[in-house]
């Protein structure tokens, strides 16, 4: 990870783990499918219904961390439930993963993210895919902030499925709040952690001296979990030394690049703003949106972002918003104890069952808004 990304926090989030599923029971055919984006190719699959043409075609937009999709078959339930109402589902993996071309980054634009998706979808049509006329975005976590972008500046989206979607800003202060608290820190001890990781961040952030910045976040970066979370050991070097002087450069040189990259800050929380003019942005998304969310989620605050929601989209007369909450569901609505990021990190995790009805609600919502085979309006 970045220096940049331990100062400012990063999203970490498993996205990997979202919906990969099991074996599918039900047959579909599967081809690769390859679209241009930003100069480069892009490689993925399309799955569709062995029976009959497709009525409508969902894009899987992303989460955080890289893919591994065609050579890994992922996504295979919701491509089995898909297909079996005749929709088919097409995804690929991110730049520099598999034989997509291009250099992964981790920390990838959305923007960025957001262009494929729409050159996805003109592929689509360009080659006038049996459903074309009627494709929706299934998106994971990170791609709360991706979707609408594309949905903005695409009219041919028709649907939106968001499962663990976001609000306006960076997730880490509640990941952070969150995993502390089941570690058992007390709230002052929570409110230190948090309190200088956000005067780091506005040090950082505003060009103030990686001196200042050492000063106002020693115990941010000194604390245990910190550490687990971000992936990096805290290192106290003497003033001085070639160590100090190392990092303090390294410092220097991402602040200055961050800065150059014009990022936005919320003046009340300080919290690093993802997607400029958020709530514009979700008002104007008028068509049937599915929000599901875990209600132990301990990565992204689901209560805030169904809140965005809800005064967003919900105010908009020409969408229709839905949302489903799955009880004891973590941040990939699996069925885990505490929802924690140490227990995500278990070896053993993929066992994990996802909520009971998962896969159910995502059909059931799509045939009751006409997108199904056999209820095609």
Known sequence: MSFKAF??????????????????????????????????????????????????????VHGYGPTNVVEGDWFRQIRSKFTAKGISVLVWDKPGRGKSEGEFDINQPIESSAEEVLSAVSALKQKKEPGSD?????????????????????????????????????????????????????????????????????????????????????????????????????????????????????????QKKYMSEGHAFDSESGLPIVVSNFNQVLKSVSIPVLAIFGDND???????????????????????LSAKIFENADHNIRMTKTGGYLEVQNKDYWKTP??????????????????????LR
């Open 134 to 254: 009627r494709i929706g975005l299934l998106g994971f976590s990170r791609a709360g902030w991706i979707a609408p972008l594309a949905i903005s500046q695409e009219p041919g989206i028709k649907f939106w499925i968001s499962v663990s979607g976001t609000d306006a800003f960076e997730n880490w202060g509640y990941l952070l709040r969150s995993n502390l608290e089941l570690e058992d820190y007390s709230s002052s001890e929570i409110d230190t952690v948090y309190d200088e990781w956000i005067n780091g961040n506005l040090i950082f952030n505003s060009g103030g001296s990686y001196e200042k910045y050492l000063s106002a976040s020693r115990t941010y970066r000194k604390n245990e979990m910190v550490q687990k979370l971000s992936g990096q050991q805290y290192v106290e070097h003497k003033p001085g030394s070639g160590e100090y002087e190392a990092a303090r450069k390294l410092y220097l040189k991402n």
């Open 7 to 60: 100062i400012c926090g990063t999203i970490l989030i498993l996205s990997s783990f979202i919906s990969i599923g099991a074996k599918a029971s039900v047959e579909y055919t599967t081809e690769e499918f390859s679209f241009k984006s930003a100069g480069a190719s892009l490689n993925g699959i399309i799955s569709r219904p062995e029976n009959g043409e497709a009525t409508a075609v969902a894009i899987i």
């Open 354 to 375: 996802y909520a009971r009805g998962y896969y159910e609600a995502m059909v059931e919502w799509l045939c009751s808004n006409g997108f199904c085979s056999d209820t």
């Open 298 to 320: 301990r990565n992204v605050d689901w209560r805030k972002t169904r809140k965005l929601y809800e005064s967003t989209i919900g105010s908009n007369e020409n969408s229709n």
